[in-house]
């Protein structure tokens, strides 16, 4: 029957074995916690809704106990999470480009929208059309504990649980709790500040409980010109030229080439001899006009060496993003008639978060009047502008009469009709006399840094009633509702048409030829703010039974007991751009189109478990199943069935054998299926551009050539790669299908008797996900070495985004982008072996109590990363391996060994604790280019940090703790350089060149703040 302990188990599980922190012992009881799970008491374990008296499943299970979030000083619940070995950080605070200002959680490295976030066993609210949930509105105050299931849940959860579920169990709170935490880093930034409060109560003598909650957090910011590892941009160096940046604050923001530099491919000798570029002759032209960049030139007239982007962004990038946060909410049951109990959660979170990028690059092509930008000129510029339009007038000429003499080319023509015939030179229509065709690139430094601030305001709201059908079953159905808008606004974009309109003429002139020409009102006629906002929901309607078939069962085993019932879902989102950003007027931060699409699923679900034999020896044996049936709206998923059936074996109390198997699917989000074409900036090599690939992969200059690079600069990079971001389009497709995973996993409990307070866990996990949503080859690059190195075929699909796109000379640029889109192509797989082991014992003296003891605690989580892959195209021996990995496909690090360990000891009020936390070596996962040869690293070493806190219970009423997290500041080191900027002294690997994926290393794995202390107090009445 209904009862007070089994009430509060349905809102939150209780404790599951095998924790990640052994919970301290306190001299006096704590009425604010939730007591541990009764010997008779039928509770809900994560992975499962059917009610069980012990709290282990088949399915390994990972927990992190309350404990571990005040002893680690984490305010936000990543700052834990991201330590654990199952997950690869997604977004954190210190994501500032790549990120959008949320903290994501990635189980296994296989994603973050194959990795599902319940709370209290349901689901959160998203955050954006990509169903993410944000980490940051989940109150890590209130949290009981987290566990973290392997593999696919999709049979019990629904779909998004391929990876496995995180379940964060929330507490009801007994009285008043105020507490307040502080922390700054070694180095005097970053200030964090949290206050948060709780009520909670019994009413109506007992029939019902109520917790009311509130937070405010602020986060103050910390710049990567702050660090002195952080505070060049290493990365100019790209293609193995010298690096243009020096270790100096003395060397200028921005760098211009001398009024009248022409840039030409490289080969004077075919020049004719005016000094054009005679395409009967087999030159080919770079670059039309003046050429402005942020890189170092050559003399006027003479081919410059291109180094990438050389201007130093890193100072304008944040290290922390600032951040604040105001979160209410409040859960509340209540008994209304004897068996039946209403309850309700509410939650309400507005969350600031800013973004802060170097000033605008604008690049592209742009004609010039040169009447109109005559008085802005000096005379050196604009004699060579009248020489460029004299030049360019007479090379459009020759252009015209080399493929008038080939009897096929007509205006505007690029290849022929015949495929064996040579192609036409070039686009023939050419820029008007007295007006210049420029390729342009300038940083923006007249406008300042670009702003970014989102604000979004989520809320979610769930009502339920659960109760008994008699004394074997009980009954639970809920509806939820979630909804977060976000309101995005943009400071220090640029107007590519208000830009061209100051060049030629129609508009406020303008000059961008050179350094501080830009006036005042030069800079309101070009810049522009932009908004943008997006808006995503959630609804669900759930309702089930669970219980027993009465007292039937085997022999003397637990009755066999089921859970039955149905689901409905509905996901919507949207993205509404303004003008600017919908027509790709706007530079700086990325234009995108409209977004918006919804779609629902009715499901049926049902799970068995039955013990088949169970004996006073401690003999056991137990067989579980699981399926679900999707019925989804989306009409190429359609239904879909996933199912999961494990197995658990104990011959004896002190052992237990566990195994499973699971079939999941997860459907296609609405930003997959329906995201408007959006332009990105992907760091990339350019296969074409790489002599390297060329010699490597035969036949991928024909391909090259076949895509729009002229045959002689194939290989150049001077020519083909203009920067070290390529642009690209990314978008939706509605015609995506379910990806489908299988997982199974088979492990070992270990808790013997001879050693009390010991158990130890060990599972192998194996999960495999086919038809995966990704773009072909997982990225821009990988899309770009299949269609260059393995496919080559012009016709394939992998080929086409790059033909026709191209300019003249073979670059991609902004004015043709290719357009990319996920289809369902890939493969993923990860397997390994999770460690656990918990130990407590204890200590026969104590320096707090008279006469006492005291306990010591160890608890130590581990994963071993058999193998991470990624199968780009099935069928070609593409397989990327990333155990062990970091960079080119792989990306963030993937360390094969990784491990978080607490040792504590506890003596009455008094806690002590220390965390090491350690990450095995990785390797580039790029062969194809050694990174040491230019200011690179090819493998980042081991990786440890160590922490520490003392926490002491003053009395029943007031617990303060204090702690330093990284003790020994263990950073990236600062480079030492030579006279010509080499990076000469590299104290550690962390400093990452130009295998970044910013801040010089990779934020989200390695601290970049430093040593950093913390100081909390709680007061509980």
């Excluded at 296994?108 to 955050?127: C, D, I, P």
């Excluded at 030159?283 to 291109?306: E, H, T």
């Excluded at 949503?773 to 260059?788: K, N």
Aim: net charge negative.
């Amino acid at each position: 029957m209904f009862n007070r302990k089994t009430k509060a188990s349905l809102l939150a599980s209780s404790v599951i074995f095998g924790s990640l922190v052994a919970t301290p012992v306190v001299a006096q009881d704590d009425p604010t916690i939730e007591p541990a799970a009764a010997e008779d008491e039928y509770i809900v374990v994560t992975g499962s809704r059917i009610q069980r008296l012990n709290v282990e499943t088949a399915a390994p299970v990972a927990v992190v106990d309350a404990e571990e979030f005040s002893l680690s000083g984490a305010v936000n619940v990543e700052n834990v999470i991201n330590t654990l070995p199952q997950v690869v950080p997604g977004f954190t605070s210190n994501s500032n480009n790549p990120g959008n200002g949320a903290s994501t959680l990635n189980l296994r490295g296989l994603g973050e929208e194959r990795t599902m976030v319940l709370v209290n066993g349901r689901r959160w609210m998203f955050y954006d059309a990509d169903q993410i949930v944000d980490l940051n509105t989940i109150p890590q105050f209130l949290l009981e504990g987290v566990d973290v299931v392997t593999g696919g849940a999709s049979a019990v959860y629904g779909s998004d649980a391929l990876a496995g579920v995180v379940n964060f169990r929330l507490r009801h709170v007994d009285g008043v709790e105020v507490g307040g935490q502080y922390s700054i880093t070694d180095r005097g930034d970053g200030e964090r500040y949290q206050i948060h409060g709780a009520i909670g109560t019994e009413f109506a003598d007992g029939r019902g409980r109520a917790t009311v909650f509130g937070e405010y957090f602020n986060r103050k910011s910390i710049f990567q010109g702050e660090r002195e590892f952080s505070n060049f941009a290493l990365g100019g160096e790209t293609f193995g030229l010298p690096l243009q940046q020096f270790g100096s604050s003395t060397i200028p923001q921005g760098r211009f080439n001398a009024p009248g530099s022409v840039a030409v491919a490289p080969g004077a000798e075919d020049l004719n001899e005016d000094g054009i570029c005679d395409p009967g002759e087999g030159c080919s032209i770079l670059a039309q006009g003046l050429v402005i960049d942020d890189a170092v030139f050559d003399a006027p007239g003479v081919a410059r060496a291109r180094a990438g982007d050389t201007y130093n962004y890193n100072p304008a990038n944040y290290l922390q993003l600032p951040q604040e946060r105001y979160l209410i909410g409040g859960y509340a049951e209540y008994e209304i008639f004897d068996g039946v109990e209403a309850y309700t959660e509410v939650s309400f979170v507005n969350n600031r978060i800013a973004q802060e990028l170097a000033p605008t690059p604008v690049t592209g092509t742009f004609n010039i009047n040169l009447e109109t930008a005559e008085p802005l000129f000096d005379d050196a510029t604009f004699a060579a502008l009248q020489q460029l339009d004299a030049n360019e007038t007479v090379a459009a000429a020759q252009r015209q009469a080399f493929n008038d003499s080939l009897g096929y080319c007509g205006p505007g023509d690029t290849l022929p009709d015949d495929p064996d015939a040579p192609a036409c030179f070039g686009q023939l229509a050419g820029a008007a006399p007295g007006v210049v065709s420029t390729s342009l690139q300038r940083r923006m430094l007249e406008t300042g840094a670009r702003n970014t601030l989102d604000e979004r305001n989520a809320f979610r709201v769930l009502a339920g009633l659960r109760g008994d059908l008699g004394s074997y079953i009980n009954w639970d159905a809920y509806y939820m509702y979630a909804r977060t808008r976000n309101a995005n606004v943009q400071d220090g974009n640029i107007s590519r048409s208000a830009f061209q309109s100051g060049l030629d003429g129609t508009g406020t002139p303008i000059n961008p030829f050179g350094a501080g020409t830009l006036t005042d009102d030069m800079v309101d006629a070009v810049t522009i703010r932009a908004q943008n906002g997006d808006v995503s929901t959630l609804e669900v309607l759930t309702g089930y039974l669970s219980g027993t078939f009465g007292d039937f069962a085997f022999g003397d085993a637990a009755p066999i007991a089921f859970a039955l019932g149905g689901e409905y879902r509905r996901v919507a989102a949207s993205f509404i751009p303004d003008t600017a950003l919908a027509s790709g007027d706007v530079i700086g931060f990325n234009a995108g189109s409209p977004t918006d699409g919804s779609y629902n699923v009715h499901e049926i679900f049902a799970e068995l478990d039955i013990p088949l034999i169970e004996t006073d020896s401690g003999l056991r044996l137990d067989i579980n199943g699981a399926a679900r049936y999707s019925d989804y709206s989306l009409e190429n998923v359609g239904g879909v069935w996933a199912y999961a059936g494990g197995i658990e074996f104990s011959p004896m109390p002190d052992i237990k054998f566990r195994g499973q198997y699971q079939r999941a699917v997860r459907a296609p989000n609405v930003a997959e299926l329906f995201g408007g074409q959006a332009i990105g900036f992907p760091g990339a090599n350019d296969p074409c551009g790489n002599d390297e690939f060329i010699s490597a992969n035969p036949g991928s200059e024909a391909i090259c050539v076949a895509t729009g690079v002229p045959s002689g600069n194939v290989g150049n990079s001077d020519v083909v790669q203009l920067d070290t971001q390529i642009p690209a389009l990314f978008g939706g497709n509605p015609n995506l299908q379910e990806e489908t995973s299988d997982s199974w996993s088979v492990g070992v409990v270990i808790q013997p008797t001879a050693i009390p307070g010991l158990t130890i866990t060990a599972d192998y996990f194996d999960i495999v996900i086919e038809d995966t949503i990704s773009i072909a080859g997982g990225s821009l690059q990988g899309l770009m070495d299949l269609c260059y190195g393995d496919i080559q075929d012009i016709s394939s699909p992998v080929c086409q985004p790059f033909v026709g796109i191209r300019n003249d000379a073979g670059a991609i640029t902004v004015d043709g982008p290719p357009l990319v889109a996920g289809v369902n192509i890939a493969e993923l797989g990860v397997s390994g072996i999770d460690l656990q082991v918990n130990y407590g014992i204890d200590m026969p003296f104590s320096l707090f109590t008279n006469g006492g003891v005291s306990d010591f605690n160890i608890a130590f989580l581990a994963s071993w990363t058999e193998s991470s892959y990624f199968v780009p195209v099935p069928g070609l021996d593409t397989t990327i391996e990333c155990a062990g990995e970091f960079a080119g496909q792989c990306g963030e690090p993937t360390a094969a060994f990784k491990w978080t360990s607490r040792f504590s000891w506890v003596d009455g009020p008094m806690t002590v604790s220390t965390r090491w936390r350690h990450l095995s070596a990785v390797d580039d996962d790029d062969n194809s280019v050694d990174y040491a040869q230019f200011n690179g690293v090819e493998r980042i070493s081991a990786y440890d940090l160590i922490d520490v806190t003392l926490s002491y219970a003053w009395n029943d009423m007031i617990t303060l703790s204090v702690g330093v997290n990284n003790l020994f500041d263990t950073l990236p080191g600062t480079p030492e350089y030579d006279a010509s900027g080499v990076v000469t002294n590299r104290p550690n690997t962390l400093l990452l060149g130009d295998n970044q994926e910013q801040a010089n290393t990779y934020p989200s794995t390695y601290d970049v703040l430093g040593r950093d202390f913390f100081a909390s107090v709680l007061f509980r009445f």
